[in-house]
């Protein structure tokens, strides 16, 4: 099956929150690389996957890094496939540091950023399969019924 979609992310210590994108592609059934790709420790690297990513055949990359989060924003320079950036949490900022670098973007080169953290990663996977949905007849019933499940899941009213 062919990957259209891939997750980067600048360290191996982003992988518990990157993680999230990856299950939930898991659970929807959406094949997916993830690959540790820095903007500063190797930019090369960045270069690389940046320039070959439309050949390669991804429709959406998601990255997610913390700190001074470089990698989603070079990403989105070095390629037209759409870019879904995720904000890691830090210790010393609390992800408002990454958060700020990711989104604020300077006009022609797009990042859609999810929220810092765990829950923007998630839904960073969601909006990669949303993307892929909309020429995936498949996909799109797969996420429909996914989204109909969480609903459901939902009590009426709250217990003690
Ligand atoms: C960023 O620096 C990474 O995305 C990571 O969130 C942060 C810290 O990296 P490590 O020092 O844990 O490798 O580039």
Redesign the pocket.
């Known amino acids: 099956m062919t990957v259209r979609t891939g997750i980067i992310?600048?360290?191996?210590?982003?992988w518990p929150t990157m993680k999230e994108a990856a299950e939930v592609l898991d659970e929807l059934g959406v094949p997916y690389e993830a690959k540790i790709v820095?903007a500063?420790r190797t930019p090369d690297r960045l270069w690389d996957y940046g320039k070959t990513a439309v050949d390669r055949g991804l429709q959406v990359i998601i990255a997610g890094?913390?700190?001074a989060?470089h990698?989603p924003g070079m990403m989105a320079s070095k390629t037209r496939v759409p870019v879904i950036g995720v904000p890691?949490q830090t210790k010393a900022l609390s992800g408002v540091d990454s958060l700020y670098s990711i989104l604020q973007m300077p006009r022609g080169f797009p990042v859609a950023t999810m929220a810092i953290g765990a829950a923007g990663a998630k839904n960073a996977g969601l909006m990669a399969a949303g993307i892929l949905a909309l020429n995936d007849p498949a996909l799109a019933q797969r996420l429909d019924d996914w989204r109909a499940a969480l609903s459901a899941s939902i009590p009426d009213a709250p217990t003690d």
């Open positions: 992310m600048g360290s191996q210590s982003d820095s500063h890094a913390g700190g989060a990698l890691v």
